[in-house]
Structure formats: structure tokens, C-alpha cells
């Protein structure tokens, strides 16, 4: 076959590659699809891979880079072109594999059992105890398990001896099936045309029975509750565990959550306490009780090693598999397979060398400069070495180095890779490539995820490969024949075909709670912003003294309205009420000021962001286009009143269309109510706000007149108004409108029914007694305002209306009032504090 | 020699605390020949939390409690009641390990005591073995004498070289500080000998336990001024594990009561506890060993 493409394919000389054989040739398990990338063309291959791009983007999936000050939420990168896993092959992975997984399973039962490793030597003592994933206190602790790894995962590769080789074992929380579900569901949209005519195997089989897995690790129960627990948004996989949280339709829960009581792991929910029966864990072993284990962790749940000995919960996988991620260990393995199954290792192992023995220190350091050179129990987070990169002195210095402690390094041959098709700068080329593979523990056996995350090099030539380095990933297509006709949906939360009558997690009302108010805070700030600039655009050089009064006052409240203190409240500023524009700006910019608004729309995202799993793909892409805003508000150049206003504007319709899909798309169970009830209390406290400090204290006539007109625009109640009243404003119908009137959507008695509402909600859902403060303070508030009349409002002893100030200060502390008691009866803050423990200082005799 | 141990752990707190999690290590073990207990009790004043009890992966005795009901204090107090034996009879021809040959025996030894004995050689979270450490132990130690002669050395000099001294140290305090600052209390002597063994590859553990004090002579002892006490467990091949206590400089009898051994303070602190508050606790101790 002649293929274009092929002619130009970029190869890394000297490499073998996947697609391109030596002689010229394309492997068969390449034919087809290279048909299809010619059939397309670069240009259009091109094309899709910026639609990836852009999919990728609005379905907000990210990977956070920890040393990158912007490597928080990077967006997920994905190759157009995948990685292909022939037939043949893939049956000695998944044979591979499971042995393997077979083997590290018996391994990590042993160790933290009987140690007849140990004991008949076939490890050494040092190497297991000296590891830091060695956790006594878990020794003996899961003696009735099964299986001890529900998942585990391997990063291998293929040599160019065509053997598929094991880099790695992920044994704790490995991560992966995620964002390989997500590079599935991208590619089959992106490219249907190549499902179509390939034969790739699918992967939503295996998650059902991922699903059912994780549900039949708890035995005596039938319907038990199951949650992720994560490290939270700042973990670099966060996307991932929301993304699969989500999609099994599980809990995503952080320690916080949790908390431990009468040897019982319970969730905190607006109900109360709820027990958890199975915890699938992203936190890593060290970090998951901060009393038996890392003391300074923030991330576990104290008490949590007492809850998994007396057997009330069950952790997949289990704290202590850290141990299996020990890479001194992997040079044991062929001994170890001897020893348990009395088998030959399937899938070859790098040859690993532990220094912790003299025979192979000598060894080590006789072919430093052809091996990598790892630590032990930091494989995650170190580099690992390369030897042949090294000078003579740096070399010398590593020597050094692992003299002084050979116990915590191992050093591993260099393999020769293979290089495989990868499409960059709008050209094909090879790269390096590895992937993962899942292996699910079944109870009795093992299934192997047909599929998997691949990755390639973020250069070409290199053979390191991470996203933490900047890797691509890539879809992976095993080849071949489904075992039964399956079908390939990807549906995300629709896997709910279990009883999920759960109370709702305090965490995540608390932040549904605050996404309603900063919503509000945010739409309301920009409004009265928007109506403030559009007066002083209109204002002439020679307005009038009571234009002048009035815009003092409107700005003054302004303030108020944003907390934005001093603002134009600064009497040390004499110039800053008649030339406001700077302090606007600074008010729609500033970051750094609590109130502005890039302040609030970044503590809108960090709520967002806590309470992942629960948006919708749709709210996504909206929230998207909030954000890209964002940046525009931040940078430092100059920006114009008119410029501004255009991007209040965008933001009020963004905001809008993301409360309307909320409204539309959050269930009751999901918690709508207290988005609902967020967003009242942060209005009423606005009007309350925004009304004293406009119309408590009187102006002249004409001033008030252009006061209220100013308040009636910033409230969007023009047309309202006019509608209602066809008369000139005057104060009676102007408070009657924004005070009183039921029938306005935008009145302040309005909210406070809706607020009544949500409130008989929630106390239907907690403790009864808890609620009778907050159902009284609202019904007292609801009547206070039924009771009033306008005309009495209005009323005024020489420039204060009292009685009108009296109503809406104490309604304010009402409101405040309720605040406090929900976020006390609600959403129960944990803050973790450790004993100090006693210092041992006996002196003398 | 029959001790009483009346040992109490008082944390108070500013505001009102409604979770919290204890693991105390405070029951005497028994040691063959050594210390029986013969009774043992633990109470939490005021509250009566179920107290779960264990035996950690080291064999001493644990006590976990939850307290899930409001409370301002947490007062700890346990009582123990040890008969102490004088263990020094069989000391014979212990001269007979060198410290040279010593460490070889005990790398190809396959003695299942040997190799177990092997895991407190490791570095360990308060006891790494850093250069200091090593240079340390290159000046003190010497191949010349016997494991046995070398460890009553190593304690003597620590006695004689470093200060006691309350509040300069916390439990965070590296051993190269104690090193060159010279002062410390004991359980910085205990981690210091330690660690300066197992740069040699000698095999020592950490123990906490309590010593009896006698008042200076012609007063009367006060009540609760004793306190926790740490020193040192040596493992000597055959003849199992004997203690050193660099603080006193004499090798522990019947007046020191061992409640836990362990790879440093970390494996064996005496309490420790998560709260959920705002606010820092106090913490007040007292001890009282008091002879039956």
C-alpha cells in the first residue's frame, strides 16, 4: 500500500516504530486506520483536533500541574491520533495482567499478614519495613478481605523486542479511568467515522461492572452507600474523581465530610449524621487518619483505621497498598511469582536492581551511566535520574548520595521503546508512548479494562512521559471482537439505578448555599454598576446641583451596597465623587478587594469547582464563557466605561443563563433549595441595603426624583414601574414596588416568601428543633413587611425616615440572623486540631 | 518491688468541643522476669466513653476512645499497680560480643530474633541517621571494646556532655540540634543514643515507661511532680534486649517501669488526640510513682 501520509511521516531515527515497519511496510493493525487519517487528510484532521480542543475545554476537563502557579485546572490535552493494541497482543496483556495482579495481591496480604516473604527471606526485611508505605498500624487490620486490590493499574510499554514491558504498578488509587472514559467519549464524537470502521473494543461494560464491584464489597448489605473520597479541587486528578463520581453516580465526599463516631464512618448531611459503608479512596495511605497515621493531614478522617478494624467500612483499595507502589520491590518479582504461583512472569518486569544488597550496589554503581535511578518510596513525586545524562561529577554525587542510604534507592535498565503515530503542529510524527491499563479484583477474578490511557511524550525524542511533564494522552483502541454486543454509550449520570434516598452532603450545600448567593452578589453588583455608569455618561459639565447631589448619593450607596469600603465613603478623597470612574473600574477589576467582583465571580468558582460533579455538560460550557470574562476583568490595561459596560452586559446574560439551567437541571434531592435560598437572602439583604442607603435620609425633591429613576434602573423595574403606575415616580409607589409588592418577582417581599419556603424545606429535612429560631425569624420578617404600608414609610421627620430606617435595619439583622443559624444547623465546619502530645522530660532520680 | 503509677492527662479547652479522637499508650506490658502487672485501670473523668483496647504491631497495649458529647476538658487518668523484678542476673560474659564481629553476625544470621531485631536499625520518622549522627558515632563508638562496654559509654557520655533542660526542646527538635546545642530532655538522650547505634547497625528501640524519684533527702516527696520517662533497649543477640538510660546514666532495674517499646516517640507517644475546635488546647500532666 502507498499511503500519503506515511511518505511524510516525521520518524525519530533510530527508534522502532509501531505503525512504520522496517521494511517500508505499515503493520497490519495500522492498515485500517490509516486508510481513514488519508481518507480525511490533514487539513481536516486538523480541524477535528481543535474541535477536541474545544469539547475538551467545555466539558471543563483539566489535569492541575502542581508547580505551575497556572497549572491549576490546565486543560486535559488529547492526541487525535490513538494508540493501538492489536488483537494477539492485547490477550497476553490482559493475561499478563492479571497474573500480576493475582501476584500483588497475594504479595500486599502476606505483608500485612503472615510476612512469610520475610521470614523465608525471599525479600528482605529492610525493603519492606524501610518503605514508607509500610504501615504498621494497618498490619493484621484487613485480614477478612478477599481481594486486597479492587483496582490497580500498570503504565507499560512496548519494547522493540515487540514484548509489551510493566514501568509501574499503581496500587493505591490509581487514576485513569476517568479521563480514558472521557477521551472515549470525546474521540466517538469527534470521529464516528472510525468507530464505525474499525473494530474497537468498548469500555462501558466494564464500568457496569466497575459499579456493581464497588456495590458488593459491602456483603450484608444490599443497598449500602458508597463514597469517593477526595483530596478536593486541589488534587492534579480532581476533574477525574468528580468526572467518574458523577458518572457512577457516587458521592464525592473530602475527610471534612466524614467523620468517625462509635467506630462508624458517617457523612455530615443536611439530615444529619448518614452512615458510609464503602469509601473508594483517592487519598493517599499516609494521608487518611490524622491520628494513626500523617498527623498533619488535612485530608483524612481521624479515627477512620478504628472504623476499618472493627470492620464498619470497607476502603478500596485498602490503606497500606502503598507498599506495592515500593519500586525496590519490582525487582523481586520474578521470585516472588516463584514463590506464591510457582509460575514464570507473563509480562516482563524492567529489571530493577535494589541497593539496599551489596551484590547489586556494586552492580548499580559499576552501570550507573545505563540506568535510571529511582528512590524507592518517592517514585510518584521525584524525578527519576537518568544515568546517561549525568557528567562524571554528577555522577560521582549520586554515588555518593545512595552510599550514604542505598536502603531507599533502586536503579532500572533502559528499555528500548517503540515510538508510535502522533499528530502535532499539523504534522504526523512519532513519539514515545506508555499506557495504563485498569485491572478491576471481582471478588473471584479479574477484568482488565479493554482500553486504557495511553500517553505520549510532550517532545519528540523524550522518554519521559507524564502529565505532570506536560504528556498528550491518547485514546487507546484495543482491537478486535466485543465478547458479546455491547453498545457504546457514554451517558454521564445516567448509571442511577440505585436507590439513592441520601440526605444532601453539608459540604456541598454549603457551597450550593454560597453559589446562590455570589450568583446574586455578582448579577446585582454589575447591574447597579452598569445603571451607575450610564448616568455619568449622561452627565454633563454643567449638571445641576441636584444631579450632583443625587449621583453622591447613588455612588455613596454604591459602596455600601459592595462593602467596598472606603470606596466613595473616603473623606480623605475629596476628588473621588466627581471623577468616579477610576473607583468603578477598580470595583469591576480588582481582585484583591473583597466585593469587587473578579473577588466574588473567584469565590463563584471555587464553590463551582468544590462541588464538581454536579454540573451538567451544558452548565459547563456556560461557566466556560463566565470564566473567559474573568481574564478580560483582570488584565492591567486600560479599559473604558464603554468597554465595560459591554462585558457587564455579557456577564448579567451568562449569569442569568447559568441560574436558569440550575433551575432547570438541579433536583430537590440535589439541592436546589439551597441555591434558592442563597440567592434570596443575598437579594433581600441587597434591597435592604440599597434602599437605606438611597432613601432613608431625604434629598430635595428633584435629586430624590433622579435617585429613584437611578434605583429603579439598577433594579431592572423600569418597565415594571411605568406598567404598574403610568405616573411620574414618587417615593409611596416606588417602596410599595420594591418593598412590598408580592407580584414583583424583584421585590423584597418576594424573596422573603420564596426564603419562607425554602426554609419549611429544609427543616422538613434536619432535627425539628433545630429550625424553630429561623422559621420565626422568617415569618416575623414576612409579616413585618405585610403590616407595612408605603405612605407610612415615606413618611419623614425632617430629612430621615425613621420608620422606614427602624423596618430595614432590623429586617437586616434578621437576615443575618438566619444566616448564622443555617450555616450552624447546616453545613457543620470541622477544624481538625491535634492534641499536643505530652513531652517526656522526667529528670533524675 | 511493687510500684503504684497514678498518671493524669489534663487537656482543657477555651470553647466548647463536641468530637474528639484519643490513642493512649499507658498500660504497662508485661516482660517476663522483668514486670508483671498486677492491676490496671483507665478512666476519663466526668465522661465514659467506650474504650476499645489493642495490641499495636510492637505489642504494647493501646486504648482508642471517641468522645462525641460536649465536653470543655478531657482529663485522662489511669492507675497501675507493677511488681518489678531485678533482671541483672544473668550478666556473665556479655563482654563476649565485640562490636566489630557483631555486625556481621548479625547481617547472615538467620536467627528469626536477629532479623526481627533488624527493623530497628531502620531510620525511622524522629530518628534519622544523618551526617552529624554518623560523625558522632564515629567518635564516641570504638571497635576496640565489646557491644556492652561501647553502650555504657555512649550513655556516660551523654550524661556528662549534654544538659538537661526543660522547654529548650520540643518533640519536633531534630536530633542535630540536641547534638550541637548540647541540652535536651530525655526523650532527646533516648533518641540521640539511639540513633547513634544504629548508624553502627546495632539494633535500638525507644522505650517509654516511668522511673520512681526520691525526694532529696529529709523532705517529703510531692505529689505529682513526677513524669513520663523515655530511655533506651539495646538488642544484644543472645541475651535479648538490654535498656540503658543515657538521662541517669544507669542501666534501668526495678525502678523504671517500661510501658511501651517502639522504633522512636512517634510509634509510642503516651497520648495523643484529634479535636475538632477552634482554639489551642492546655495540657497539664502529672505522675505520681509511689512504692506499695
Given at each position: 500500500m502507498n499511503l500519503t501520509y506515511t511518505q511524510n511521516y516525521n520518524l525519530y531515527s533510530g527508534e522502532k516504530d509501531e505503525m512504520l515497519l522496517e521494511n517500508g511496510m505499515v503493520s497490519s493493525h495500522w492498515q485500517n486506520l490509516n486508510h481513514e487519517i488519508d481518507k480525511l487528510g490533514l487539513f481536516e484532521l486538523e480541524n477535528r483536533h481543535n474541535e477536541i480542543k474545544r469539547l475538551i475545554k467545555e466539558n471543563g476537563v483539566t489535569y492541575s500541574v502542581y508547580k505551575d502557579p497556572n497549572g491549576l485546572n490546565r486543560p486535559w490535552q488529547l492526541d487525535p491520533l490513538p494508540y493501538l493494541i492489536p488483537q494477539d497482543r492485547w490477550q497476553t496483556i490482559e493475561k499478563g495482567l492479571i497474573q500480576r495482579a493475582h501476584l500483588l495481591d497475594l504479595i500486599a496480604k502476606d505483608i500485612y499478614g503472615e510476612q512469610k516473604i520475610i521470614k523465608n527471606r525471599i525479600v528482605p526485611l529492610e525493603l519492606i519495613y524501610g518503605h514508607s508505605g509500610f504501615l504498621r498500624s494497618c498490619v493484621q487490620m484487613n485480614s477478612n478481605i478477599n481481594q486486597f486490590l479492587t483496582i490497580y493499574a500498570a503504565d507499560m510499554a512496548l519494547g522493540s523486542d515487540g514484548r509489551v514491558w510493566v514501568?509501574?504498578?499503581?496500587?493505591?488509587?490509581?487514576?485513569?479511568?476517568?479521563?480514558?472514559?472521557?477521551n472515549r467519549s470525546v474521540m466517538s464524537r469527534v470521529f464516528p467515522e472510525w468507530f464505525q470502521n474499525s473494530q474497537v473494543r468498548k469500555l462501558t461494560s466494564f464500568f457496569k461492572i466497575y459499579r456493581k464491584t464497588i456495590s458488593a464489597l459491602c456483603l450484608n448489605k444490599e443497598d449500602p452507600r458508597i463514597v469517593v473520597l477526595t483530596p478536593g479541587q486541589r488534587n492534579e486528578t480532581y476533574f477525574e474523581q468528580a468526572f467518574l463520581?458523577?458518572?457512577?453516580?457516587?458521592?464525592?465526599?473530602?475527610?471534612?465530610?466524614?467523620?468517625?463516631?462509635?467506630?462508624?464512618?458517617?457523612?455530615?448531611?443536611?439530615?444529619?449524621?448518614?452512615?458510609?459503608?464503602?469509601?473508594?479512596?483517592?487519598?493517599?495511605?499516609?494521608?487518611?487518619?490524622?491520628?494513626?497515621?500523617?498527623?498533619?493531614?488535612r485530608l483524612g478522617v481521624p479515627g477512620l483505621l478504628q472504623a476499618v478494624r472493627k470492620k464498619n467500612v470497607i476502603i478500596a483499595n485498602p490503606i497500606g497498598s502503598s507498599i506495592l507502589e515500593n519500586v525496590g520491590l519490582q525487582g523481586f518479582l520474578p521470585s516472588l511469582s516463584k514463590y506464591f504461583l510457582n509460575e514464570e512472569?507473563?509480562?516482563?518486569?524492567?529489571?530493577?536492581?535494589?541497593?539496599?544488597?551489596?551484590?547489586?550496589?556494586?552492580?548499580?554503581f559499576d552501570n550507573l551511566n545505563n540506568l535510571i535511578v529511582k528512590k524507592i518510596d518517592k517514585a510518584h513525586f521525584s524525578h527519576s535520574i537518568i544515568g546517561w545524562e549525568l557528567s562524571n561529577q554528577q555522577l560521582y554525587d549520586l554515588k555518593e548520595e545512595i552510599k550514604q542510604n542505598p536502603k531507599s534507592f533502586a536503579a532500572?535498565?533502559?528499555?528500548?521503546?517503540?515510538?508510535?503515530?502522533?499528530?502535532?503542529?499539523?504534522?504526523?510524527?512519532?513519539?514515545?508512548?506508555?499506557?495504563?491499563?485498569?485491572?478491576?479484583?471481582?471478588?473471584?477474578?479479574?477484568?482488565?479494562?479493554?482500553?486504557?490511557?495511553?500517553?505520549?511524550?510532550?517532545?519528540?525524542?523524550?522518554?519521559?512521559?507524564?502529565?505532570?511533564?506536560?504528556?498528550?494522552?491518547?485514546?487507546?483502541?484495543?482491537?478486535?471482537?466485543?465478547?458479546?454486543?455491547?453498545?457504546?454509550?457514554?451517558?454521564?449520570?445516567?448509571?442511577?439505578?440505585?436507590?439513592?434516598?441520601?440526605?444532601?452532603?453539608?459540604?456541598?450545600?454549603?457551597?450550593?448555599?454560597?453559589?446562590?448567593?455570589?450568583?446574586?452578589?455578582?448579577?446585582?453588583?454589575?447591574?447597579?454598576?452598569?445603571?451607575?455608569?450610564?448616568?455619568?455618561?449622561e452627565r454633563s459639565l454643567k449638571s445641576s446641583k441636584d444631579e450632583k447631589v443625587a449621583s453622591q448619593f447613588l455612588l455613596k450607596s454604591f459602596t455600601h451596597f459592595t462593602s467596598t469600603y472606603p470606596g466613595f465613603l473616603d473623606e480623605n478623597n475629596k476628588t473621588i465623587l466627581q471623577k468616579p470612574d477610576k473607583e468603578l473600574i477598580k470595583i469591576a477589576r480588582d481582585l484583591s478587594i473583597p466585593g469587587s467582583l473578579p473577588y466574588s465571580l473567584q469565590s463563584l468558582f471555587r464553590s463551582v469547582n468544590e462541588i464538581r460533579s454536579y454540573w451538567s455538560s451544558d452548565i459547563w460550557r456556560v461557566l466556560e464563557s463566565l470564566e473567559q470574562g474573568k481574564d478580560l476583568l483582570n488584565k492591567t490595561e486600560k479599559i473604558t466605561l464603554a468597554q465595560l459596560q459591554n462585558h457587564l452586559d455579557q456577564k448579567i446574560i451568562n449569569l442569568t443563563a447559568f441560574v436558569g439551567l440550575v433551575e432547570e437541571g438541579l433536583t430537590k434531592e440535589q439541592g436546589w433549595d439551597l441555591f434558592d435560598l442563597g440567592r434570596r437572602i443575598e437579594k433581600s439583604l441587597g434591597l435592604l441595603t440599597l434602599i437605606r442607603s438611597t432613601?432613608?435620609?431625604?434629598?430635595?425633591?428633584?435629586?430624590?426624583?433622579?435617585?429613584?429613576?437611578?434605583?429603579?434602573?439598577?433594579?431592572?423595574?423600569?418597565?415594571?414601574?411605568?406598567?404598574?403606575?403610568?405616573?411620574?415616580?414618587?417615593?409611596?409607589?416606588?417602596?410599595?414596588?420594591?418593598?412590598?409588592?408580592?407580584?414583583?418577582?424583584?421585590?423584597?417581599?418576594?424573596?422573603?416568601?420564596?426564603?419562607?419556603?425554602?426554609?419549611?424545606?429544609?427543616?422538613?429535612?434536619?432535627?425539628?428543633?433545630?429550625?424553630?429560631?429561623?422559621?420565626?425569624?422568617?415569618?416575623?420578617?414576612?409579616?413585618?413587611?405585610?403590616?407595612?404600608?408605603?405612605?407610612?414609610?415615606?413618611?419623614?421627620?425632617?430629612?430621615?425616615?425613621?420608620?422606614?430606617?427602624?423596618?430595614?435595619?432590623?429586617?437586616?439583622s434578621k437576615l443575618y440572623e438566619i444566616n448564622d443559624l443555617i450555616n450552624q444547623n447546616y453545613f457543620s465546619h470541622s477544624h481538625i486540631k491535634l492534641l499536643d502530645k505530652p513531652i517526656i522530660d522526667e529528670s533524675s532520680i | 518491688m511493687k510500684l503504684q503509677i497514678k498518671h493524669k492527662t489534663k487537656y482543657s479547652y477555651l470553647e466548647k468541643v463536641n468530637l474528639c479522637h484519643n490513642q493512649v499508650i499507658l498500660k504497662p506490658i508485661n516482660l517476663i522476669g522483668k514486670q508483671h502487672l498486677i492491676s490496671f485501670e483507665i478512666s476519663i473523668e466526668n465522661i465514659k466513653p467506650s474504650i476499645d483496647e489493642r495490641i499495636d504491631f510492637f505489642g504494647n497495649n493501646v486504648h482508642y476512645f471517641c468522645i462525641n458529647q460536649t465536653?470543655?476538658?478531657?482529663?485522662?487518668?489511669?492507675?497501675?499497680?507493677?511488681?518489678?523484678?531485678?533482671?541483672?542476673?544473668?550478666?556473665?560474659?556479655?563482654?563476649?560480643?565485640?562490636?566489630?564481629?557483631?555486625?556481621?553476625?548479625?547481617?547472615?544470621?538467620?536467627?528469626?530474633?536477629?532479623?526481627?531485631?533488624?527493623?530497628?536499625?531502620?531510620?525511622?520518622?524522629?530518628?534519622?541517621?544523618?551526617?552529624?549522627?554518623?560523625?558522632?558515632?564515629?567518635?564516641v563508638l570504638?571497635?576496640?571494646?565489646?557491644?556492652?562496654?561501647?553502650?555504657?559509654?555512649?550513655?556516660?557520655?551523654?550524661?556528662?556532655?549534654?544538659?538537661?533542660?526543660?522547654?529548650?526542646?520540643?518533640?519536633?527538635?531534630?536530633?542535630?540540634?540536641?547534638?550541637?546545642?548540647?541540652?535536651?530532655?530525655?526523650?532527646?538522650?533516648?533518641?540521640?543514643?539511639?540513633?547513634?547505634?544504629?548508624?553502627?547497625?546495632?539494633?535500638?528501640?525507644?522505650?517509654?515507661?516511668?522511673?520512681?524519684?526520691?525526694?532529696?533527702?529529709?523532705?517529703?516527696?510531692?505529689?505529682?511532680?513526677?513524669?513520663?520517662?523515655?530511655?533506651?533497649?539495646?538488642?544484644?543477640g543472645e541475651w535479648g534486649w538490654l535498656e540503658f538510660d543515657p538521662t541517669n546514666n544507669i542501666q534501668p532495674n526495678e525502678q523504671h517501669v517500661v510501658l511501651a517499646y517502639g522504633r522512636d516517640f512517634e510509634d509510642i507517644s503516651p497520648v495523643k488526640g484529634v479535636v475538632i475546635t477552634g482554639s489551642n488546647p492546655k495540657l497539664k500532666v502529672s505522675v505520681d510513682v509511689s512504692r506499695l
Open positions: 514501568l509501574n504498578d499503581r496500587t493505591q488509587a490509581p487514576s485513569g479511568l476517568g479521563y480514558s472514559l472521557e463520581a458523577n458518572y457512577l453516580g457516587i458521592t464525592l465526599v473530602q475527610g471534612e465530610d466524614l467523620t468517625i463516631q462509635n467506630d462508624k464512618v458517617w457523612i455530615r448531611s443536611i439530615r444529619g449524621l448518614e452512615q458510609v459503608d464503602i469509601i473508594l479512596r483517592r487519598v493517599d495511605d499516609n494521608f487518611c487518619d490524622p491520628l494513626e497515621l500523617r498527623a498533619d493531614s512472569l507473563i509480562s516482563p518486569h524492567v529489571a530493577t536492581w535494589w541497593c539496599g544488597q551489596e551484590k547489586e550496589q556494586t552492580y548499580v532500572q535498565e533502559h528499555i528500548q521503546f517503540t515510538t508510535t503515530p502522533s499528530f502535532s503542529n499539523c504534522q504526523i510524527e512519532s513519539r514515545f508512548s506508555v499506557f495504563r491499563c485498569s485491572i478491576l479484583g471481582t471478588g473471584s477474578t479479574y477484568q482488565v479494562m479493554p482500553g486504557g490511557l495511553a500517553r505520549s511524550a510532550a517532545e519528540r525524542g523524550s522518554f519521559i512521559i507524564s502529565n505532570q511533564a506536560g504528556g498528550i494522552s491518547k485514546d487507546t483502541w484495543v482491537l478486535g471482537m466485543e465478547p458479546k454486543n455491547t453498545s457504546e454509550q457514554i451517558h454521564i449520570g445516567t448509571d442511577r439505578d440505585h436507590n439513592n434516598d441520601f440526605g444532601l452532603p453539608s459540604r456541598m450545600a454549603e457551597n450550593l448555599f454560597w453559589i446562590g448567593r455570589y450568583t446574586e452578589r455578582i448579577t446585582s453588583t454589575a447591574r447597579l454598576m452598569r445603571t451607575l455608569i450610564a448616568s455619568i455618561n432613601l432613608v435620609n431625604k434629598a430635595s425633591e428633584s435629586a430624590e426624583y433622579l435617585i429613584m429613576e437611578t434605583v429603579l434602573d439598577g433594579l431592572e423595574l423600569q418597565n415594571h414601574y411605568r406598567h404598574k403606575y403610568r405616573s411620574h415616580l414618587n417615593i409611596d409607589n416606588i417602596l410599595h414596588l420594591i418593598l412590598l409588592d408580592s407580584t414583583n418577582p424583584r421585590s423584597l417581599t418576594f424573596q422573603l416568601k420564596k426564603l419562607d419556603k425554602r426554609l419549611k424545606y429544609l427543616a422538613s429535612q434536619g432535627d425539628k428543633n433545630q429550625n424553630v429560631r429561623t422559621t420565626r425569624l422568617a415569618f416575623e420578617l414576612t409579616s413585618s413587611f405585610k403590616l407595612s404600608m408605603a405612605e407610612n414609610l415615606a413618611q419623614s421627620k425632617g430629612f430621615l425616615r425613621e420608620d422606614l430606617d427602624y423596618i430595614l435595619s432590623t429586617s437586616t | 465536653h470543655k476538658e478531657l482529663i485522662i487518668n489511669t492507675n497501675s499497680v507493677v511488681e518489678t523484678y531485678n533482671s541483672f542476673s544473668y550478666f556473665g560474659d556479655i563482654h563476649q560480643i565485640q562490636l566489630l564481629d557483631y555486625k556481621n553476625k548479625f547481617k547472615y544470621s538467620s536467627e528469626s530474633s536477629f532479623y526481627l531485631a533488624s527493623q530497628f536499625i531502620i531510620p525511622s520518622i524522629f530518628i534519622d541517621i544523618s551526617k552529624e549522627v554518623k560523625e558522632f558515632a564515629n567518635n570504638n571497635t576496640g571494646f565489646s557491644l556492652y562496654s561501647n553502650c555504657i559509654n555512649l550513655m556516660n557520655y551523654i550524661y556528662k556532655n549534654f544538659k538537661f533542660e526543660s522547654g529548650f526542646t520540643n518533640i519536633n527538635t531534630p536530633i542535630p540540634t540536641i547534638l550541637s546545642q548540647k541540652k535536651g530532655v530525655c526523650q532527646d538522650f533516648a533518641h540521640l543514643m539511639i540513633a547513634t547505634l544504629r548508624a553502627w547497625e546495632i539494633p535500638a528501640r525507644y522505650v517509654s515507661g516511668y522511673i520512681e524519684t526520691l525526694p532529696p533527702e529529709g523532705k517529703e516527696k510531692l505529689v505529682g511532680t513526677d513524669a513520663s520517662h523515655a530511655w533506651v533497649s539495646v538488642f544484644f
